[in-house]
């Protein structure tokens, strides 16, 4: 399973888990909360697609550009995260959506 995570815009935020298929997704607007919220909707994301952190075989995470605090918060949290979990994280730089940001990601990862 990988973790998607695109924290480069400041109206939208996105997280995701796939595993050949979209398992859970979640994009809200953060206002001035990302640091505060991000966690806990991660938490709540593995929990609604019934999965463990240890589950995660690789993160997929937006490298800009976009904006500087939520690009630091979000990379922030991958690199700890994949830290913990001795896994790759890559980043993509200029997605342009979503589904760009997964397929460039997974070929970068060896995941596809």
């Known amino acids: 399973m990988i973790l998607i995570l695109n924290t480069a815009d400041n109206e ?8 050949d298929k979209w398992l859970v997704k979640d994009e809200w ?4 909360n990302l640091s505060a919220d991000i966690l806990d909707r991660l938490e709540k994301l593995y ?3 019934g999965k463990e952190f240890q589950d995660t075989l ?7 550009p976009g904006s500087f605090t939520g690009l630091r918060i979000g990379l922030s949290i991958v690199n700890a995260f994949a830290y913990s979990l001795n896994i790759s994280v890559v980043g993509v730089p200029e997605a342009k959506s979503i589904e760009d940001l997964l397929i460039r990601g997974k070929v970068l990862l060896g995941k596809e």
């Open 58 to 64: 690789g993160i997929i995470a937006s490298s800009g």
């Open 47 to 49: 929990k609604k697609a």
């Open 29 to 32: 607007s953060p206002g001035r």
């Open 12 to 19: 939208k935020v996105f997280l995701g888990l796939w595993h």
